[in-house]
């Protein structure tokens, strides 16, 4: 009787080890994904998921909704991505000085825009006033692929010198179409 007890312990570390090193693998992985999320949407994750454990659903969304909700969001951002070409491929955020009315965090951005693909690398300079915040772009680094044309180095050199991200979505999204189209009527001719 007393082998069988200790047996029936025995299981029951194994399978609690088990949950603690799998829950440390995915502690691990959600600290590597931090990186991509403000403290602010870390604490707010958090007490969702805390919200969540403890079976307080007040007030809280149910999973079908949260379901729809993402769904609904992915067909805007498919539906945004075709109306402006722009697909980002990576985004990586890190904050590099934070006091208490000062926040500067450093972003990395890729992607495309129909075939011109882009690198942004940029200073987000964040002042909090009692009442407004006011944010600065500093340090704006793009690199292109320009091709033959010059007047792209130009721009970008502008852009850069300016730090008006704006300018250059804007700018780079007219280009890209007007560009997308020569490229195919050339196609057509060859």
């Not at 299981?11 to 609690?16: T, V």
């Not at 602010?40 to 379901?67: A, N, V, Y």
Request: glycine residues 4%; proline residues 1%; contains cysteine.
């Amino acid at each position: 009787m007393d082998s069988n007890i200790y047996q029936v312990y025995e299981d029951e570390i194994q399978a609690l080890q088990e949950e603690i090193k799998l829950l440390t693998e995915k502690y691990e992985d959600i600290q590597q994904e931090s990186t991509f999320f403000s403290e602010e949407e870390i604490l707010k994750s958090k007490e969702s998921f805390q919200r969540e454990m403890q079976g307080d659903s007040k007030g809280q969304e149910c999973p079908s909704d949260l379901k729809v909700q993402l769904e609904s969001l992915e067909t805007d951002l498919s539906f945004l991505m075709k109306l402006t070409g722009f697909q980002f491929t990576s985004h990586s955020k890190k904050t590099l000085e934070k006091t208490g009315d000062r926040t500067v965090q450093k972003h990395r951005l890729s992607g495309s825009c129909y075939s011109l693909s882009f690198q942004l690398e940029f200073q987000l300079l964040e002042m909090q006033s009692k009442e407004k915040v006011s944010t600065a772009i500093t340090d704006l680094s793009i690199i292109m692929e320009s091709g033959e044309d010059s007047g792209v180095s130009k721009f970008v050199s502008s852009v850069e010198e300016h730090g008006n991200l704006i300018t250059f979505f804007r700018s780079l999204s007219t280009y890209a179409e007007w560009y997308e189209h020569r490229r195919r009527t050339f196609l057509h001719f060859k």
